[in-house]
């Protein structure tokens, strides 16, 4: 069992989510190559039994490598034959109202507009981080802070780190178990 995760961030939620699940397969013996697609090479999926994609998003869109990724590897990614699942990490995924749309917006629809199929998606919150140390620039930050009063316990001058590990932990255990079922 061999797994790839893939990833694209612009604030670092993403890596840290990426890296969180490669701690999780590697305790179970599965070895795993984690990369930021912006940063490295892309190998070919071949070399895989397993492949996890996530992107952060940013006004409604994921990384533009990732989008990129997703394209280049479409056929590889459709033929994959191990076990493949996808995530985002988003600021409104964590609004319990809008939850289920945003999840199957930036999820399901996107893939399906770029005509890829995966096992599994899910959307995890994001961090919308507002405090003084953060690394989002003035602007990007007021949008922040528009956006953050649908946000639950939005602090307008905190980190606000909305990803739910417990869940994140359940996605990767769920894919855990589908990559040894199927080998
Ligand atoms: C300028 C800006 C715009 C954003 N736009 C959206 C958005 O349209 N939808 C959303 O769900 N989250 C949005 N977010 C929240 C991000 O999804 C959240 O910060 C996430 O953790 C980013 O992932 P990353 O740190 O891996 O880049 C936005 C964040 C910023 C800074």
């Known amino acids: 069992m061999r797994v790839l995760i893939a990833y694209g961030t612009r ?6 989510v990426a890296e969180r699940m490669a701690e999780w397969l590697k305790a179970a013996n599965i070895e795993v190559d984690i990369i930021n697609v912006k940063a490295n090479q892309w190998p070919e999926l071949t070399e895989y039994t397993g492949l996890i994609i996530g992107s952060g998003i940013k006004i409604g869109q994921w990384t533009k490598e990732i989008k990129n990724f997703i394209k280049k590897k479409k056929d590889a990614i459709n033929k994959f034959d191990g076990s ?3 995530f985002v990490c988003s600021g409104y995924a964590a609004i319990p109202e809008r939850y289920q ?8 629809k996107a893939l399906t ?41 939005f602090d307008p001058k905190g980190i606000n780190d909305y990803r739910n590990w417990t869940k994140i932990e359940e996605f990767t255990q769920t894919f855990i178990q589908s990559l040894k079922d199927k080998s």
């Open 11 to 16: 604030y670092g939620a993403t890596e840290e």
């Open 84 to 86: 493949k699942v996808f």
């Open 101 to 108: 749309e945003i999840k199957e917006e930036y999820c399901l």
């Open 113 to 153: 507009d770029l005509g890829v199929t995966v096992d599994d998606y899910e959307a995890f919150g994001g961090i919308m981080n507002v405090s003084p140390s953060s690394n989002v620039g003035w602007l990007n930050k007021q949008i922040l802070k528009v956006a953050g009063k649908e946000s639950p316990n």
